[in-house]
């Protein structure tokens, strides 16, 4: 008489990794709901107990702008090539923000998160996702004080047309994030051994936002400063931006070449940031 064994339906097979992209995205989606939670979380936990609360996603960027105007723009005497100097730094701004705050918070994620990394099993890639998902909220909110200002300098009678390019808005967010991501993912997997790496990020970041054009249009830095304007032009973050600008405003230093080395040079960060995190995975719960 054969012994008949029941068939065993898994509805989750946790195994080892033996490819190094392998991101196990379909165990990601199995856990849509635990991103879901994290990126509420991450959004309510950092403007509890503020008096202002999501507020402050326009305060900040208002603060911000008025600064550069003033200092930059009035004192310093930098063109923004004509367009409305609110506008220009508004636009580079929200941008460089996006970028930071994906690259600063993917950066120590596991760190932050090592309660739970030890206690139960889901995808480690939720965790970035959902700060990437998160600010994108943020980068929502303060998109929309952007159009908004765009239409005040209109009804002031300044005109100001988005073109064609700013149907690219879609892929400029998806490369801005994987940048993030990429970068994020490689310094996380190294923090959670060298913590002192997370204060160099800190300190970093911040300093690396005047290689870009965030303060600045490319025209001039490649007029005033040829000799080293080649460190702004060809920083990936430096064509995004510039694109932005000039589909929305419809003036900057956009061309098409600029734009596809940034979406190449992402796309090599962004690959070599899962090959980074799928092989440090294995073991970071023993150091972080």
Same mark, same amino acid.
């Given at each position: 008489?054969t012994n008949l064994q029941p068939e065993e339906n898994w509805d989750l097979?946790?195994?080892?990794?033996?490819?190094?992209?392998?991101?196990?995205?379909?165990?990601?989606?199995?856990?849509?709901?635990?991103?879901?939670?994290?990126?509420?979380?991450?959004?309510?936990?950092?403007?509890?107990?503020?008096?202002?609360?999501?507020?402050?996603?326009?305060?900040?960027?208002?603060?911000?702008i008025l600064t550069y105007t003033l200092v930059f723009n009035k004192l310093?005497?930098?063109?923004?090539?004509?367009?409305? *100097?609110? !506008? %220009?730094? $508004?636009?580079?701004?929200? @941008?460089?923000?996006?970028?930071?705050?994906?690259?600063?918070?993917? &950066?120590?994620?596991?760190?932050?998160?090592?309660?739970?990394?030890?206690?139960?099993?889901?995808?480690?890639?939720?965790?970035?996702?959902?700060?990437?998902c998160s600010n994108l909220i943020r980068f929502g909110v303060q998109f929309?004080?952007?159009?908004?200002?765009?239409?005040?300098?209109?009804?002031?009678?300044?005109?100001?047309?988005?073109?064609?390019? *700013?149907? !690219? %808005?879609? $892929?400029?967010?998806?490369? @801005?994030?994987?940048?993030?991501?990429?970068?994020?993912?490689?310094? &996380?997997?190294?923090?959670?051994?060298?913590?002192?790496?997370?204060?160099?990020?800190?300190?970093?970041?911040?300093?690396?936002?005047?290689?870009?054009?965030?303060?600045?249009?490319?025209?001039?830095?490649?007029?005033?400063?040829?000799?080293?304007?080649?460190?702004?032009?060809?920083?990936?973050?430096?064509?995004?931006?510039?694109?932005?600008?000039?589909?929305? !405003?419809?003036?900057?230093?956009?061309?098409?070449?600029?734009?596809?080395?940034?979406?190449?040079?992402?796309?090599?960060?962004?690959?070599?940031?899962?090959?980074?995190?799928?092989?440090?995975?294995?073991?970071?719960?023993?150091?972080?």
């Amino acid at each position: 008489m054969t012994n008949l064994q029941p068939e065993e339906n898994w509805d989750l097979e946790i195994a080892p990794k033996n490819n190094l992209f392998d991101l196990h995205l379909k165990d990601t989606w199995h856990y849509r709901d635990l991103l879901w939670l994290l990126v509420r979380r991450d959004f309510v936990s950092f403007y509890k107990q503020t008096i202002l609360g999501p507020v402050w996603f326009f305060v900040q960027p208002i603060i911000t702008i008025l600064t550069y105007t003033l200092v930059f723009n009035k004192l310093a005497g930098i063109n923004t090539d004509g367009t409305p *100097a609110p !506008l %220009f730094y $508004l636009a580079g701004t929200i @941008i460089w923000n996006y970028f930071s705050d994906c690259l600063n918070k993917t &950066s120590t994620v596991f760190k932050d998160n090592a309660g739970m990394l030890g206690k139960v099993y889901f995808p480690r890639l939720i965790m970035p996702l959902s700060i990437v998902c998160s600010n994108l909220i943020r980068f929502g909110v303060q998109f929309t004080l952007f159009i908004t200002l765009m239409i005040i300098f209109n009804i002031k009678g300044v005109l100001i047309v988005p073109n064609a390019i *700013a149907l !690219l %808005f879609p $892929l400029l967010i998806l490369v @801005i994030a994987a940048l993030g991501l990429g970068l994020g993912m490689m310094i &996380s997997a190294v923090t959670t051994k060298y913590r002192d790496l997370a204060f160099v990020v800190s300190f970093g970041v911040p300093l690396l936002m005047y290689t870009t054009t965030v303060i600045y249009p490319l025209s001039t830095a490649l007029t005033k400063y040829p000799k080293y304007s080649w460190i702004i032009k060809y920083n990936p973050v430096t064509a995004i931006i510039e694109t932005f600008r000039y589909g929305f !405003l419809g003036k900057a230093s956009f061309n098409w070449e600029l734009l596809g080395y940034s979406t190449g040079v992402t796309f090599i960060i962004l690959l070599l940031g899962i090959m980074v995190f799928n092989k440090v995975e294995k073991t970071f719960v023993d150091t972080v």
